[in-house]
């Protein structure tokens, strides 16, 4: 347990339907990154905050897609009129700067989509 | 975005060392090399990681070359729980992870 929580953990939903994951991170930590996740892949990065500033959102994959972090401590992840191509794994994950150039982010357990 | 290039897929015998290569030629120079695995289901969990210097930790040692292109993830006495997909992505602070493919090491009894 990294201490970054994740809910709900699974998510089923119907085409067209809205959902929203919440991230909570490690306590400290002033930076929160999401990802996604398709079988067999690895994660891909989506957007990331420092404190409640959203510093990188270009990677959002459609304007469905949007996210928050409105007091700088958890975030959520919004995906709007859900396509079946939505389903994967979204991941959140936490860091605080450790030097310079170093940071390493933590990840929480994801939550799982599946749109039917 | 460095781009990193893994086996798809190795194993090792239960108690062996397991030696994991990760080829990453186009790092620049202020990126440093982390380690992540993943278990079925689970979220990826961080393992190592390093910008010059060889480093060890609890969980593995991290053997970077001297040019920097390529390093080396050893878990020293693999156990069956150390079954996993391992990925290593050049990071530096502020960006976003970079994950491949990565490996799917099975250890096997």
């Known amino acids: 347990d990294t201490g970054v929580s994740q809910d709900p953990r699974h998510k089923i939903t119907k085409r067209g339907q809205n959902v929203t994951f919440r991230c909570d991170p490690i306590?400290?930590?002033?930076?929160l990154y999401w990802y996604r996740q398709t079988l067999g892949q690895g994660p891909e990065f989506l957007t990331y905050?420092?404190?409640?500033?959203?510093?990188?959102k270009s990677r959002l994959l459609s304007d469905r897609f949007s996210a928050e972090r409105p007091k700088g401590s958890f975030s959520t992840l919004e995906i709007q009129r859900t396509e079946q191509g939505d389903s994967a794994m979204y991941l959140c994950?936490?860091?605080?700067?450790?030097?310079?150039?170093?940071?390493?982010?933590?990840f929480g357990p994801g939550t799982r989509l599946l749109v039917l | 975005d460095a781009k990193t290039t893994q086996p798809t897929s190795m194993d090792c015998a239960e108690g062996r060392a397991a030696n994991l290569p990760c080829n990453h030629s186009?790092?620049?120079?202020?990126?440093?090399v982390y380690w992540y695995r993943q278990i079925h289901s689970q979220g990826p969990q961080y393992i190592i990681h390093?910008?010059?210097n060889n480093e060890t930790n609890e969980m593995a040692s991290l053997i970077i070359t001297e040019d920097r292109k390529s390093s080396t993830l050893i878990l020293p006495h693999a156990t069956l729980r150390d079954t996993a997909v391992y990925y290593c992505?050049?990071?530096?602070?502020?960006?976003?992870?970079?994950f491949g493919g990565g490996t799917r090491l099975m250890v096997k009894p």
């Open positions: 390093g910008l010059k």
């Open positions: 186009t790092i620049s120079g202020n990126e440093y």
């Open positions: 994950a936490s860091s605080r700067l450790a030097g310079v150039l170093q940071e390493t982010q933590y």
């Open positions: 992505t050049p990071h530096n602070a502020g960006n976003m992870l970079t």
């Open positions: 306590s400290e930590h002033n930076r």
């Open positions: 905050f420092q404190n409640e500033a959203q510093l990188e």
